[in-house]
Nanobody, 121 residues
Framework: QVQLVEAGGGLVQPGGSLRLSCAAS????????MGWYRQAPGKQRELVAT???????GYADSVKGRFTISRDRAKNTVALQMNSLKPEDTAVYHC???????????????WGQGTQVTVSP
């Protein structure tokens, strides 16, 4: 199995910053794209940011210019630096990774349990 464990959520005031991190472990042959998704109460899970194995990045329009995704390929970790946070950023943030457990194994999507981010005065 592949396990993803997130850390770094919490409560922050509007305009503040938080840094989320996610570490992948387990039976990993190769990790491809990694990313962050979020789900607010009563809403569907939405893409926040992605980063490919060659470090190309993509962002949701709502976070462009405020969030930065980064990755350490050697350590199988991904981070999300969140600046200028807004109340509408409040959600559970989930780490995602596309990975193979072996050279002939299927490429599957794996998810972390999530970490709560609350932006409130």
């Amino acid at each position: 199995q592949v396990q993803l464990v997130e850390a770094g959520g919490g409560l922050v005031q509007p305009g503040g910053s938080l840094r989320l991190s996610c570490a992948a472990s387990g039976s990993i042959f190769r990790i491809y794209t990694m990313g962050w998704y979020r789900q607010a109460p009563g809403k569907q899970r939405e893409l926040v940011a992605t980063i490919t194995s060659d470090l190309s990045t993509g962002y949701a329009d709502s976070v462009k210019g405020r969030f930065t995704i980064s990755r350490d390929r050697a350590k199988n970790t991904v981070a999300l630096q969140m600046n200028s946070l807004k109340p509408e950023d409040t959600a559970v943030y989930h780490c995602n990774a596309e990975a193979r457990r072996g050279p002939l194994a299927d490429k599957l999507a794996y998810w972390g349990q999530g970490t709560q981010v609350t932006v409130s005065p």
